[in-house]
């Protein structure tokens, strides 16, 4: 059984009642938009890192949801806006914003991730700006600029010190394969929205434009194929990961690289469906991974 929440905060030290009700919001946040990782976090993870990484995670969807939608330019200024309410708040080591006050708390707690929220919020632009890529140089910019960085603000919460660059080069493995998949399993929602994040040369090569794939077209299915193969590569080198960890956050990767897994499963078998929306992987090995991560975090503890 989970611990209930106002005992994790305890186990993390978070006594003062404005803190606590300020990490409990963004609990509910990330329970809402990230149901299975945050289930994940709760039985994977022992109590006192749980609110950090729940933290860093509700800084990481607010801010991609406030540059997500609308006109270009209303979503430049919003990363503006953002960006400045966020660095007076480092400065000032608190902020009004609950979600910046439990954020500056997490960072004086672990200052790792000082770095990361900066090198995030400096690659919003990109995620604003993207329509589509040129070639797979343009695919990894877009990776390096904001994907790593991204997945990096929870990422550096997990291992026992600053991370290395081995433990950055596995974190890329991981991040490119899944962004490589999200790009696969969202592409009927970005096409909707006048872009695709499949590159115009993989397109090519399989004798498509983006214009064909509003069409399903025959050649969709092997692009699929060929697409999985490399996020199934990425995910496997990325269990390297594993080494460079706190025992106790094993558990946690682990289960994120085999549900990224089971996605690639889905995406393969819905070939061309994608075209009309993403997928879900099975629900029956999603708890039954979950369920053996957890037997194993129970032993380290």
């Not at 729940?54 to 990363?79: C, S, W, Y």
């Not at 954020?103 to 690659?123: D, K, M, N, S, W």
């Not at 969709?220 to 990425?234: P, Y």
Request: with cysteine.
């Amino acid at each position: 059984m989970t611990t209930r929440w106002s005992r994790t905060l305890d186990h993390a030290g978070i006594s003062d009642p404005a803190l606590r009700g300020a990490y409990s919001g963004q609990r509910k946040l990330v329970a809402r938009f990230a149901r299975a990782e945050y289930t994940a976090v709760r039985l994977l993870l022992p109590p006192p890192l749980v609110p950090h990484i729940v933290a860093a995670t509700a800084f990481m969807h607010h801010t991609d949801n406030l540059i997500d939608q609308g006109p270009v330019k209303e979503r430049l200024a919003a990363a503006d806006d953002w960006r400045e309410q966020v660095t007076a708040a480092l400065a000032r080591g608190s902020g009004e914003d609950p979600l910046l006050r439990a954020l500056t708390h997490t960072i004086a707690r672990h200052p790792q991730l000082h770095e990361y929220v900066e090198q995030f919020l400096r690659g919003a632009d990109v995620e604003v700006e993207w329509e589509s890529f040129s070639g797979e140089a343009d695919f990894q910019q877009y990776v390096t600029v904001y994907s790593l960085p991204a997945f990096m603000l929870v990422a550096c919460l997990l291992a026992p010190e600053a991370p290395g660059r081995e433990y950055v080069t596995g974190c890329r493995a991981f991040i490119e394969a899944t962004q490589r998949l999200d790009f696969l399993d969202d592409i009927a929602e970005d096409l909707a929205e006048g872009r695709t994040g499949i590159t115009h040369e993989t397109l090519a090569r399989h004798g498509l434009t983006p214009q064909d794939l509003r069409r399903q077209p025959a050649g969709f299915d092997a692009l699929v194929r060929e697409q999985a193969v490399l996020v199934r590569a990425g995910l496997e080198e990325s269990r390297d990961l594993v080494h460079h960890l706190h025992t106790s956050s094993r558990p946690l990767v682990r289960a994120l690289i085999d549900l990224q897994t089971l996605r690639v499963g889905a995406v393969e078998k819905a070939g061309p469906a994608l075209l009309d929306g993403s997928t879900r992987p099975p629900l029956a090995d999603a708890l039954r991974l979950l369920g053996r991560e957890y037997r194993a975090a129970r032993r380290h503890r």
